[in-house]
């Protein structure tokens, strides 16, 4: 330290004044030598020379500690700047990782980067604690170290100790900041979500009486506030749904969770011969005459690249000849069960005029099996067939309640229209993994069996992500002019859109209570079309008696009815276009992502 400090007083120029001075001594002990007084003068010289180093040497020390710091806080803030940032971030998406995984089965894990904002959040809380908690503690461990090390240690080593010490500390320091600041961001924007999807139900009443839609939506205060202020309260905030929108639709896409373990083609005959004389062999190929459609399976191991099969197709055929994707799998969602004393019948929840209710109609329902041998149900015209893989112990809860729903008929339920004839295409199963699930498979091979069953509508109360083959197949159905409707899925304001519902060609709809208010848990988008009765809805229970459910699937029946009544009456072409028109306008003025056009009517 001794060393430093000369050769800071050199560079300075403050230890040639020293020398100066004691040339000045060395001229005053020659003259008084020359006088015969040389022992005084060098006991003089001896005392100025050691007063001088000694405050040579403390000013040295001074001097040192302050370029000590400064070349420590530069070097610790150039390393913190290239380290910490990256450590910290990465930690900090670790932790809101774990904090942001939902239980139960309406919102799976969330996943991956933790997006725009909170890295935004990160690197600014980095850059202000980078700044400020290293200098401050770089120069805490910089002044301990040189107090310590003062003597003996060169200027190399007191940096190396301190260096060490500080970067250590400003990690911790940032990082436990950065990660506070990073959950404490997406909890507000999950504790806002939560208030406001989390409204009681009001107590039971007609959704719509004889002279009601006015009555609920305008004659009474209270209704009319919460109707008219449905979109402000329970709208999540633009920046909250941005956040987990994106955290969520890395989930939805992920083909390892959503898939099951095949590639798909769909086309024409011709282009599976064109492709049978390029090599291709497939698993199974199946006939879709209805749709004029062939379908063909093959296997996809795990190492397997949809893209490069979808490109490998289209150089022989062409992209607009065939269709690739992924064999995808659906579901109908947990119901949100109420008490069965609670719940609303389908004939309560909406008035249908008795001159349009005994109307025979012919509607077309993709589901689970049905109980036919429920009470409600023996004397119901149900027609099913299955597409699982599976033929034994499938699941029936979801397709009775939805069959219930339309043609109940007993003293204990009665059905939306229960002469109608239902068309029942049974596509779950129950998988080990997953749950009860449906694939597109089946559900293309359902939609084929419809048409040629020439329904009126196709009822679809499941959920899933987007699939090519699913998308054209139902854009063919369309074309023919049956109307495909399906549910817009239980899985929160906040969450992607889900398909087949968010299709264009797809009427989407979404639930409310009995007093126009939009269900806690059903999904939000520029997508929904309708909103209808969905909330503490009665139905049949599979293996009898009787139990109440609330869900977006089920309010799709009331749709599908209505879309039946208007076909079956003939009097407008586009049946869909009376459907929106007739809508009873629900929260923000015009179509707005909670109710779409508006409450289900009949007019």
């Known amino acids: 330290m001794r060393q430093q400090s000369i050769h800071h007083l050199l560079r300075s120029g403050r230890w040639a004044r020293c020398i100066a001075m004691l040339w000045l001594l060395v001229g005053v002990g020659s003259a ?29 020390e001074d001097a040192a500690e302050d370029e000590t710091e400064s070349e420590l806080e530069q070097s610790i803030k150039d390393l913190i700047d290239e380290q910490t940032e990256d450590d910290a971030v990465e ?25 725009e904002q909170v890295e935004e959040t990160v690197e600014d809380e980095v850059a202000e604690e980078t700044n400020s908690g290293a200098e401050e503690a770089a120069g805490d461990v910089a002044e301990d170290e040189v107090e310590e090390q ?33 959950e404490d961001a997406v909890a507000d924007e999950v504790e806002e979500s939560d208030v406001a999807s989390s409204e009681e139900e009001l107590p039971d009443s007609s959704l719509l009486p004889d002279e009601g839609a006015e009555e609920v939506v305008a004659g009474d205060d209270d209704a009319a506030g919460a109707v008219s202020g449905g979109a402000n309260e329970e709208r999540i905030g633009a920046e909250g749904d941005e956040l987990l929108e994106s955290l969520e639709a890395g989930l939805s896409d992920d083909d390892a969770r959503i898939h099951l373990g095949q590639w798909l083609v769909m086309a024409e005959s011709p282009v599976f011969e064109e492709l049978s004389r390029e090599g291709y062999v497939f698993d199974s190929v199946t006939d879709l005459p209805s749709l004029g459609l062939r379908l063909a399976e093959v296997s996809a191991p795990a190492s397997f690249d949809i893209s490069a099969a979808r490109e490998g197709i289209y150089d022989v055929v062409g992209s607009d000849r065939a269709e690739v994707d992924l064999n995808h799998f659906y579901t109908a969602g947990v119901p949100d069960a109420s008490p069965v004393d609670a719940g609303i019948s389908p004939r309560e929840a909406l008035d249908i005029p008795a001159a349009l209710a005994d109307k025979v109609l012919r509607i077309g329902v993709i589901d689970s ?13 149900i027609n099913t067939k299955r597409f699982t893989r599976a033929s034994e112990n499938l699941p029936n809860f979801h397709g009775t309640a939805i069959a219930s729903l339309f043609v109940a008929n007993d003293e204990n339920l009665v059905g939306l ?27 293309v091979k359902s939609l084929d069996w419809l048409l040629q069953a020439d329904v009126d509508v196709i009822n679809l109360s ?28 239980n899985d929160g304001p906040m969450a992607t859109p889900r398909y087949p ?86 929260g923000e003025p015009g179509r707005d992502e909670v109710y779409g056009y508006g409450l289900l009517t009949i007019q």
């Open 91 to 115: 930690d900090a998406e670790e932790s809101v990782e774990d904090d942001l995984t939902f239980g139960g089965g309406e919102q799976d894990t969330v996943e991956e980067d933790v997006t």
């Open 501 to 586: 519902a968010a299709y264009s060609s797809v009427v989407a709809v979404t639930a409310v209570d009995s007093r126009g208010r939009a269900f806690r848990l059903a999904n939000r988008g520029d997508y929904l079309a309708l909103a209808a009765p969905g909330v503490n809805l009665r139905h049949a229970l599979a293996g009898g008696g009787y139990t109440t459910s609330s869900g977006t699937s089920f309010a799709v029946p009331f749709v599908s009815t209505v879309v039946a009544l208007f076909k079956q009456d003939g009097a407008d072409d586009d049946v869909v276009a009376r459907l929106y028109a007739s809508a009873l306008d629900l």
């Open 369 to 381: 099996e049905v109980d036919v041998s429920h009470a409600s149900l023996l004397n119901a015209d």
């Open 417 to 443: 229209v229960p002469n109608s004839t239902l068309y029942s295409a049974a596509v779950f199963e129950t998988d080990a993994d997953k749950g009860e699930i449906a694939s597109t498979v089946s559900l």
């Open 32 to 60: 008084s030598a020359q006088l015969g007084e040389q022992n005084l003068t060098d006991a003089l010289r001896d005392l100025l020379q050691q007063q001088a180093e000694d405050e040579a040497a403390e000013e040295a």
């Open 462 to 489: 499941l959920t899933g992500p987007p699939n090519r083959l699913l998308e054209v197949a139902i854009n063919k159905v369309s074309r023919t002019g049956v109307v495909v409707l399906a549910a817009a899925g």
């Open 150 to 182: 003062i003597d003996g240690q060169s200027e190399q080593q007191l940096v190396d100790v301190a260096e060490e010490g500080a970067e250590t500390e400003v990690e911790e320091q940032v990082e436990e900041s950065v990660v506070t600041a990073a």
